[in-house]
């Protein structure tokens, strides 16, 4: 659960980095998304949760 907390918190600071330091280029980002089509955003959203899995298990593996 340590773990699980802390990388809710480091999803956070990123977030706020982007949010934060390019208030722009997060509002340029969140129009992007509303044109992309469903399925990419789906295909984009398996990658990033494959590639999560990936670095925690070379992390903690």
């Given at each position: 659960?340590?773990?699980f907390?802390?990388?809710?918190?480091?999803?956070?600071?990123?977030?706020?980095?982007?949010?934060?330091?390019?208030?722009?280029?997060?509002?340029?980002?969140?129009?992007?998304?509303?044109?992309?089509?469903?399925?990419a955003?789906?295909?984009?959203?398996?990658?990033?949760?494959?590639a999560?899995?990936?670095?925690?298990?070379?992390?903690?593996?």
């Open positions: 659960m340590h773990d907390l802390a990388a809710i918190g480091l999803v956070l600071v990123i977030e706020g980095v982007v949010y934060g330091g390019f208030p722009a280029l997060a509002k340029k980002m969140a129009t992007e998304v509303l044109t992309l089509p469903e399925n955003l789906r295909i984009a959203g398996l990658v990033a949760v494959a999560g899995v990936f670095i925690v298990w070379l992390v903690r593996g």
